[in-house]
Antibody, heavy 123, light 111 residues
Framework: VQVVQSGAEEKKPGASVKVSCKVS????????IHWVRQAPGRGLEYMGS????????INAQKLQGRITLTGDTSTDTAYMEVTSLRSEDTAVYYC?????????????????WGQGTLVTVSS | QSVLTQPPSVSGAPGQRVTISCAGS?????????VHWYQQLPGTAPKLLIY???NRPSGVPDRFSGSKSGTSASLAITGLQAEDEADYYC???????????FGDGTKVTVL
């Protein structure tokens, strides 16, 4: 079971970024996908969740309107796009999977995690 | 500031026992949502340490244990080792925010 993310990105303020998250060892529809970011020297911040099986999305209130979560079940890859980037969006972005077997979505734990994708927003 | 409050740091000598608290409210831990704990070593992705309040994934030493009572949860590390020096985060679900939440994190230092 592995989760591999796309590489580092450098963007200018106002631009958009799309990070990919490929799962292997199981089908994307067997898990839920969760996105978490960590600004330099800061703690973990939950961004949102996506269920590839039914398309259900939960977005953190702070990022409402700027984040889009999608998935491609043919390639077992999930995506997170953040628009209207600001300097404070500079962070390492992680995706993680969660089992759906006998676990309600609200009680999900995140395991395994991807290696992280550094997104730098600077003019 | 997160809705789950953790102490910024705890420390202990090798072999000692340390505990990390995670204080919540009636909309998260107090609503009986599960609490999970993660360990993050410097420069690495977080790793699941405890899930479902008290359960250890395969491979996690039994020196790590979790508990929950009322609106709070705790992580205990017994027989502290140098390799336990890391940041630790609690995670739960918050019904007011309609999403998962993390604590602010606690840095464990082995003296």
């Amino acid at each position: 079971v592995q989760v591999v993310q796309s590489g580092a990105e450098e963007k200018k303020p106002g631009a958009s970024v799309k990070v990919s998250c490929k799962v292997s060892g199981y089908s994307l529809t067997e898990v839920s996908i969760h996105w978490v970011r960590q600004a330099p020297g800061r703690g973990l911040e939950y961004m949102g969740s996506f269920d590839p099986e039914d398309g259900e999305i939960i977005n953190a209130q702070k990022l409402q309107g700027r984040i889009t979560l999608t998935g491609d079940t043919s390639t077992d890859t999930a995506y997170m796009e953040v628009t209207s980037l600001r300097s404070e969006d500079t962070a390492v972005y992680y995706c993680a999977t969660a089992t759906k077997i006998e676990v309600p979505a609200v009680d999900s734990w995140f395991d395994p995690w991807g290696q992280g994708t550094l997104v730098t927003v600077s003019s | 500031q997160s809705v789950l409050t953790q102490p910024p740091s705890v420390s202990g000598a090798p072999g000692q026992r340390v505990t990390i608290s995670c204080a919540g409210s009636s909309s998260n831990i107090g609503a009986n949502y599960d609490v999970h704990w993660y360990q993050q070593l410097p420069g690495t992705a977080p790793k699941l340490l405890i899930y479902g309040d008290t359960n250890r994934p395969s491979g996690v030493p039994d020196r790590f244990s979790g508990s929950k009572s009322g609106t709070s949860a705790s992580l205990a590390i017994t027989g502290l080792q140098a390799e336990d020096e890391a940041d630790y985060y609690c995670q739960s679900y918050d019904s007011s925010l309609s999403g998962h939440v993390f604590g602010d994190g606690t840095k464990v230092t082995v003296l």
